[in-house]
């Protein structure tokens, strides 16, 4: 029997119902947050690993944060994060490790900020490589000699950087974080939003999952199965699609 999230079985609900998305999570681009602590448990940020995520990043005066992630204990030296930084008008991924950073910068002039824009990277010690995608399409080179990340991602966030706010206005929906680079084209999916469990790929993989379909309340669940609730900071807004 399949598992398909949000606690339901193939064989007790219809498609339609499983396909469903009817929400996202809408940030205020001031102090709105979801922590995701718990995630970095579960991710290999020292071997391999894909973030993929979908948003509406509105235009905003100052830079505006995807996704961060880093070691606590030295958070300058080992992080992984997506934000847009204003002034270059850059989609910016970054990788560090050991106080290696290695990014890739996409010239965001063209970006539309009121539309829902794939986001992804992907990152391989073995390979050496570091990817960033918009839509499914590879942006920039291929990135390499990545450096050593050394110790467990335990400050997480979706919608800030803890060392310079940089919160992010818009929303977002179906973020997903695995242990594996995984095939971008099956989860941008030809620009259709989907459960990445139908996506074909390999769901074990998956370190977190968020879909933000809850429509209420303080937290989100973690829909890979490995229990990485999302907690809410100063009322995000659940958003009917």
């Known amino acids: 029997m399949l598992g398909l999230g949000h606690g339901v079985q193939s064989d007790t609900v219809g498609l339609a119902e499983i396909y469903a998305n009817r929400y996202s999570l809408a940030f205020n681009g001031t102090d709105e ?32 944060t995807l996704i961060r992630g880093g070691v606590s204990a030295d958070p300058i030296t080992n992080e992984i994060f997506i934000f847009w930084h204003n ?7 970054v990788y560090k490790a050991g106080g290696t950073t290695k990014r890739i910068d996409w010239d965001a ?31 920039g080179s291929t990135i390499g000699s990545l450096g050593t990340f050394s110790g467990t991602i335990n400050d997480m966030d979706l919608g800030r950087n803890p060392a310079d706010g940089a919160y992010f206005k818009g929303q977002m929906d179906e973020v997903s974080i695995w242990t594996s680079v995984m095939d971008i084209s099956e989860l941008y ?17 998956l370190a977190a999952y968020y ?24 009322t995000p807004t659940w958003t009917a699609l």
């Open 33 to 64: 947050y979801v922590e995701i602590n718990a995630a970095g448990n579960d991710m290999a940020p020292a071997t391999a690993g894909t973030i993929s995520m979908w948003a509406i990043m509105e235009a905003t005066t100052g830079s505006a």
């Open 87 to 93: 002034s270059a008008d850059q989609i910016r991924f």
């Open 109 to 139: 002039t063209d970006l539309n900020h009121s539309a829902w824009i794939h986001f992804a990277m992907t990152w391989s010690a073995g390979d050496d490589e570091l990817k960033a995608y918009i839509n499914g399409t590879q942006v």
């Open 189 to 205: 999916n030809g620009g259709v939003r989907r459960n990445v469990e139908f996506s074909g790929l390999d769901s074990t993989k």
């Open 211 to 234: 879909q933000f379909e809850e429509g209420a309340g303080t937290t989100t669940a973690d829909e890979s199965g490995n229990g990485n609730t999302g907690n809410l900071n100063n």
